[in-house]
């Protein structure tokens, strides 16, 4: 069992920047690719942006992509999604989550484990 807990969400304006972190307790953090997707009200889940096992490789919808930052520091089970030059598009909750295979560039919505998801407002 992977435990997902989000934190750093909340109202910014236009053009603003949110640090997202998700910190993880439980089985063996390095082992999985990490992901962050968003759900905007009325829509479905997406996918934002995934991390692999070592934090060597990363992939982004390319509706964030020159303007978010996924990372990972497994010394401290914790993952990233530094959020910049925000959009009202990106209004959602915001949902970490843990794989334990595929690819790198995988955008699905198959993840082992989620997080409660933390929510981003950005006002138009």
């Known amino acids: 069992q992977v435990q997902l807990v989000e934190s750093g969400g909340g109202l910014v304006q236009a053009g603003g920047s949110l640090r997202l972190t998700c910190a993880a307790s439980?089985?063996?953090?390095?082992?999985?690719?990490m992901g962050w997707l968003r759900q905007a009200p009325g829509k479905e889940r997406e996918f934002v942006a995934t991390?692999?096992?070592?934090?060597?490789?990363?992939y982004y919808a390319d509706s964030v992509k020159g303007r978010f930052t996924i990372s990972r520091d497994n010394a401290k089970n914790t993952v990233y999604l530094q959020m910049n030059s925000l959009k009202p598009e990106d209004t959602a909750v915001y949902y970490c989550?843990?794989?334990?295979?595929?690819?790198?560039?995988?955008?699905?919505?198959?993840?082992?484990?989620w997080g409660q998801g933390t929510p981003v407002t950005v006002p138009s």
């Open positions: 439980g089985r063996t953090f390095s082992y999985y690719y």
């Open positions: 989550a843990a794989r334990s295979g595929g690819d790198y560039y995988y955008t699905g919505p198959q993840y082992d484990y």
């Open positions: 991390i692999t096992r070592s934090g060597g490789r990363t």
